[in-house]
């Protein structure tokens, strides 16, 4: 029986993913190179920043300090901010979606998006309430594709997490949520269906999630 349902954000929820290059794109052009898409996809979505910034120095050579790390996430995330202020980033049928699915079952965040970051844009729509807690970026000992963060939200819940619902974009967070035990739908809003085939179920939109489905896993 299905006690709970977990969402990723970016990707999900939010349409936000290109706003997140782009405010990566920003702050590594500031340091004399560059982040095209296809690698930004390919290789980094599935961090959270702390991830990124690290892989970037590794790729790269750059041998980035901790300290410095800090700083370049500080300046992605005054870019990031700016371009959020300007835009409705939730996909069509994201409010319609948590109201169907908050009626029957308890909600939750688990997200390598910084906190705040997730609470501006829900607040924006009045959605934040629908969920009981937001696990996000630094609030485990791991990020996706690690079980840390759904296996947080599953305690969160109070539930085993055989008994919750993951909602997923991508491998990392397939990966991550399978790993923690969960149920995962994959949703083909960032990647195409073969890039998730680890999920239980895939879906092409929001507004495919029902009870119904939701009541399929099991």
């Known amino acids: 029986m299905i006690y709970a349902i977990v969402f990723d954000f970016d990707g999900v929820l939010a349409d936000s993913e290109p706003l997140h290059l782009r405010a990566y794109q920003e702050v590594v052009e500031g340091m004399g190179s560059a982040l ?12 959270d920043d702390v991830g990124v910034f690290r892989t970037l120095s590794d790729d790269r050579g750059w041998g980035l300090t901790d300290t410095r790390i800090s700083e370049l996430i500080a300046e992605k995330t005054r870019a990031l901010a ?13 409010a319609e979606c948590l109201a169907r699915l908050a009626c029957i079952w308890p909600l939750g965040i688990a997200s390598g998006a910084l ?14 309430g629908y969920f009981r807690f937001i696990v996000a970026a630094g609030d485990t000992p791991a990020s996706k594709p690690s079980p840390d963060p759904y296996a947080l939200a599953s305690r969160l819940h109070g539930a085993h997490p055989a008994a919750c619902v993951a909602i997923e974009d991508s491998r990392w967070g397939i990966e991550s949520a399978k790993a923690a035990g969960l149920w995962c739908i994959g949703i083909t809003h960032t990647y195409p269906v073969q890039e998730l085939m680890r999920a239980d179920t895939i879906v092409s ?5 029902t009870p119904e489905l939701i009541r399929s896993l099991r």
């Open 115 to 128: 906190k705040h970051e997730i609470k501006t844009i829900l607040e924006r729509r009045s959605l934040v």
């Open 36 to 47: 095209p898409r296809e690698e930004y996809y390919a290789r980094y979505l599935g961090y």
């Open 82 to 94: 700016e371009i959020v202020a300007e835009t409705d980033v939730l996909y069509p049928g994201a």
């Open 205 to 209: 939109s929001l507004d495919e999630l």
